[in-house]
């Protein structure tokens, strides 16, 4: 069923962002908090796999550090966002057009009932093909499996494992300009944000993907079935019970009561009062015509005048 949080929306405050931000349910931690756990996991098995000595030696680190700044470099080969983008707005395009296709049973035109069944039958017969989903779903995954070893912190030839434990987490800051900043991120901040937004991103392709189903962002089709169903009833109930033929109250009345007497409608010119009458009002003609005809035949001002 779709959740609702517009009575969260209803007044303008600052806090409305963190009211939404911090759903649980239909959220997208809800959606992404199993892979980002698994994630993390497995980012900081191979950070204490790289970092301790009792795995990797020196030249295997050196090796190691090489595979990847070469993962890192070359990530962006992947075209993740446009890949997402197109995959998202194919599937938003058909979930509008189920949910606009979706008829109630007392819709008038009743082919338009049928039609809009079919459409959908349509969409359930002919899904998004696999392979589309496929190559959406391995860009994102094999992207983020990359980023478990390119963005790793990676031990210069100039840095001891003595230095890192000394400098583990610590920002020097002066007071010049010159920002002096050296960092050993243990857990990759900006890769988990960016985690975040792309497989939250491929989880609304998922579930827009069929919205017929138990999810927290699908349709309610049990409401729709029911409410059909109940409609239904209502409609046969009664259909063969006609009301009793009663006379109208004013059937016997021997004087119909005027239905304008109170309010009656008056037209914008009722009450002019001309000065002259029907007979003493003059005609005259267009000046085109009378241009045309001045020598056919006079006005009438023409013909009033010579008679006076």
């Given amino acids: 069923m779709a959740i609702s949080y517009h009575h969260q929306l209803a007044s303008l405050s600052q806090f409305v962002p963190f009211r939404i931000l911090f759903r649980w349910k239909g959220s997208v931690w809800k959606h992404i908090y199993k892979e980002l756990l698994i994630w993390i ?12 000595k009792y795995f990797l030696n020196a030249q295997q680190k050196t ?32 979930w509008s057009n189920i ?12 082919d338009n009932f049928r039609y809009n069944l079919q459409l959908l039958c349509n969409y359930d017969w002919v899904p998004i093909p696999l392979v589309y989903s496929q190559v959406v779903f391995l860009a994102v995954y094999v992207h983020f499996i990359a980023c478990l070893i390119s963005r790793q912190f990676i031990v210069s030839n100039n840095t001891s494992i003595s230095d890192l434990v000394k400098l583990n987490r610590l920002i020097k800051i002066t007071i010049c300009p010159v920002l002096i900043i050296r960092l050993d991120l243990i857990v990759p901040i900006m ?30 089709c049990n409401y729709l079935i029911d409410k059909n169903l109940a409609t239904s009833f209502c409609i046969v109930d009664n259909y063969d019970r006609a009301p009793e033929v009663r006379p109208d109250l004013f059937w016997r009345s021997h004087k119909a009561l005027s239905a304008s007497t109170n309010t009656p409608l008056i037209g914008s010119v009722a009450n002019l009062k001309l000065e002259l009458t029907a007979e003493q009002a003059e ?8 241009l045309q005809n001045n020598d056919a035949k006079p006005s009438t001002i023409s013909k009033q005048r010579s008679k006076d």
Avoid: C
């Fill in 41 to 52: 996991i497995i980012f900081l098995a191979i950070s204490f796999f790289y970092r301790s």
């Fill in 63 to 94: 090796i190691f550090g090489n595979l990847a700044r070469y993962f890192d470099t070359r990530l962006e080969y992947i075209p993740i966002t446009f890949i997402l983008g197109f995959f998202v707005d194919t599937i938003l395009s058909r």
């Fill in 99 to 110: 949910f606009i296709n979706m008829g109630y049973i007392e819709s008038q035109e009743i």
């Fill in 191 to 220: 890769t988990i944000i960016q985690f975040v937004f792309f497989i939250g991103w491929l989880k609304v392709a998922q579930a827009l993907l069929n919205p017929f189903g138990d999810d927290d962002d699908d349709f309610e």
């Fill in 283 to 290: 005609m005259i003609k267009h000046r085109s015509q009378s």
